[in-house]
């Protein structure tokens, strides 16, 4: 059995990672894992590199939320690849859209630039609709997107991003969340299907919000529904 990062040792990476999650402070993160793993310090980036960075970013303890977005919605082959593989650490069956977003960011906060959130969400999407398909992907990717917002509009300063015809001041209403997403439904989805869908995330996201509340992660034991 490899041995895990624990104690000191995870407290130090959290820190290194915390101070900037650039390609350095990934590659220090990734040659302390492998020292302690004792691998090939010389192996570096690709998938073996990636599924460290997904079970380092899923299992250790005290990881700022802002800074695992930022690093999961970089443009480079890396954090594509560490999205993917964190993605695959989450088991999404059985869970309602609003559900799993939640339980996907539980522990990450998207990023503001909508076009780097947006990389989030399009990838969780995808494999969101592994395991519902009802919806076609895109379908499913636009929901997500106007779920983010919505979580935003209600639960945030930042007014009514996203969404036209309601002024800043203004939380979005359930009928105008409904009929937005009704109208980014794609030709052949259920639009009154979409409907109702739209209709249980307004409530949900109404309770609670979608988006990480920015506290430090506290490790794998907070993700019930989260796969080993």
Known sequence: MQPT???ETSEELATIFNLNPCSIA???VLSELRALQGEDRSSRCGESAAQQIAKFLHECKGLDPGKIGEWLSLDDGLSAASLEALLFKYRFTG?????ALQLFLSNIRLPARLCSAETILLAFSRHYHRSD???SVDTVAALCLSAHLLSMNLHSSMGSLGFEHESKEECISRVRFVQH?????LEGDDHDGIGD???RIYDAIELRAIHSDGRPCMGD??????MS
């Open 26 to 28: 990934i590659e220090r």
């Open 181 to 185: 997403c009704q109208q980014v439904g």
């Open 133 to 135: 398909a009802s919806l």
């Open 95 to 99: 869970l309602t859209l609003h559900e």
């Open 221 to 226: 034991d907070t993700r019930t529904r989260s």
């Open 197 to 199: 869908f739209a209709g």
């Open 5 to 7: 990062v624990t104690g």
